[in-house]
Nanobody, 125 residues
C-alpha cells in the first residue's frame, strides 16, 4: 500500500521560508512522477511543481519559479518542496501526489494515483 505523508507546514511571515517534506512508502518510485499541489479555501486544487523520480527533471508553475524548488532524495524515499520568499497568496493546504506515468508533465490532479493528507501553509502579511 502506497503511503504519502507530508510535513513541514506552518505559519510564516511574508518573505520567509519553509521546507515541506513528503515521506513516501509502499513501493519503489522509480518510473513515477511526483508532484506538489495546493488548495486555498474556496479554490480548486492547483499544480505547484512536479519532478521525475528517475532523473530529477522538474517543471513548476510560473508564479513559483525562482522561489520554490522541488527535489527528491531517493535514498530516503522523500520528496521536498523548498519555498522561499513566501507571499500571502501562497497560503493553502499543500499536498504531495504520485503519478505512475511519465508521459508529459501531469499538472491535472486527476492524473495522480496517490495523495497525501496535506499540510497547512499560512503566510501572514
Amino acid at each position: 500500500q502506497v503511503l504519502l505523508v507530508e510535513s513541514g507546514g506552518g505559519l510564516v511571515q511574508a518573505g520567509g521560508s519553509l521546507r515541506l517534506s513528503c515521506a513516501a512508502s509502499g513501493r519503489t518510485f522509480s518510473g513515477y512522477t511526483m508532484g506538489w499541489f495546493r488548495q486555498a479555501p474556496g479554490k480548486e486544487r492547483e499544480f505547484v511543481a512536479v519532478i521525475r523520480w528517475s532523473g530529477g527533471n522538474t517543471y513548476s508553475r510560473a508564479s513559483v519559479k525562482g522561489r520554490f524548488t522541488i527535489s527528491r532524495d531517493s535514498a530516503k524515499n522523500t520528496l521536498y518542496l523548498q519555498m522561499n520568499t513566501l507571499k500571502p497568496e501562497d497560503t493553502a493546504v499543500y499536498y504531495c501526489a504520485a503519478d505512475s506515468s511519465t508521459v508529459g508533465w501531469p499538472i491535472n490532479p486527476d492524473e495522480y494515483d496517490y495523495w497525501g493528507q496535506g499540510t497547512q501553509v499560512t503566510v501572514s502579511s
